[in-house]
């Protein structure tokens, strides 16, 4: 099956701990892109990348790092320096970024929790 | 830059009971596409419009694209248990970009 994981499905962070929540795709696509969704909130844009060893900030990349190694994985870390991480993350691909008409594919999500 | 406004931000209704989402943009769209969200899960991609004026359906819903490619609705007849979600749209940004999304609208239907 085609699709996007995203592991875990929950995930607990002790003060100034880094995590890493991670994101696949077998859809061969070539952007992926990281939302974070408060409650009742909207998607709001952390990271993107178009293409492999590449990626641009979105609205709220700070206190977050991503890498691009391979095109099927983007991974997020959310560094102590996010002071209010509690949310739930996705994850999406599309087959190219900027296109008009490209649609994204999310992931099942992971619900980050600070202890 | 581009802003996608979404109204009303939370609607209830009772079952059988007709829902309408609407969906403006700041400037004129290419295209937009419209997401549902079920309570705990991920956004899923319904349908997009490209073209001024375009009216698609889906079962009982019914997706608008304003003439002047601004605005799109999402209209639900008859709503079922099942349609309870968030419905997001969402428009291309300029330049080579990502989506943008509006925040949503969440539907509640009461049994």
């Known amino acids: 099956d085609g699709g996007i994981t995203q592991s875990p499905k929950y995930l607990f962070r002790k003060e100034g701990q880094n995590v890493t929540l991670s994101c696949e795709q077998n859809?061969?696509?070539?952007?992926m892109y990281w939302y974070r969704q408060d409650p009742g909130q909207g998607l709001r844009l952390i990271y993107y990348s178009q293409i492999v060893n590449d990626f641009q900030k979105g609205d709220i990349a700070e206190g977050y790092s991503v890498s691009r190694e391979k095109k099927e994985s983007f991974p997020l870390t959310v560094t102590s320096a996010q002071k209010n991480p509690t949310a739930f993350y996705l994850c999406?691909?599309?087959?190219?970024?900027?296109?008009?008409?490209?649609?994204?594919?999310f992931g099942p999500g992971t619900r980050l929790l600070v202890l | 830059g581009q802003q996608v406004m979404q109204i009303p931000q939370y609607q209830h209704v009772q079952e059988g009971e007709d829902f309408t989402t609407y969906c403006n943009s700041s400037?004129?769209?290419?295209?937009i596409q419209w997401y549902k969200q079920r309570p705990g899960g991920h956004p899923v991609f319904l349908i997009q419009l490209v073209k001024s004026g375009e009216v698609k359906k889906q079962k009982r819903l019914t997706f608008q694209f304003g003439e002047a490619k601004k605005n799109s609705s999402l209209h639900i007849t008859a709503t079922q248990t099942t349609d309870v979600g968030t419905y997001f749209c969402a428009g291309p940004n300029s330049g080579n970009t990502p989506l943008v999304f509006g925040k949503g609208t969440r539907l509640s239907v009461i049994a």
């Open positions: 859809l061969n696509h070539d952007a």
């Open positions: 999406a691909s599309s087959m190219t970024s900027g296109r008009a008409r490209e649609t994204q594919y």
């Open positions: 400037t004129t769209l290419s295209n």
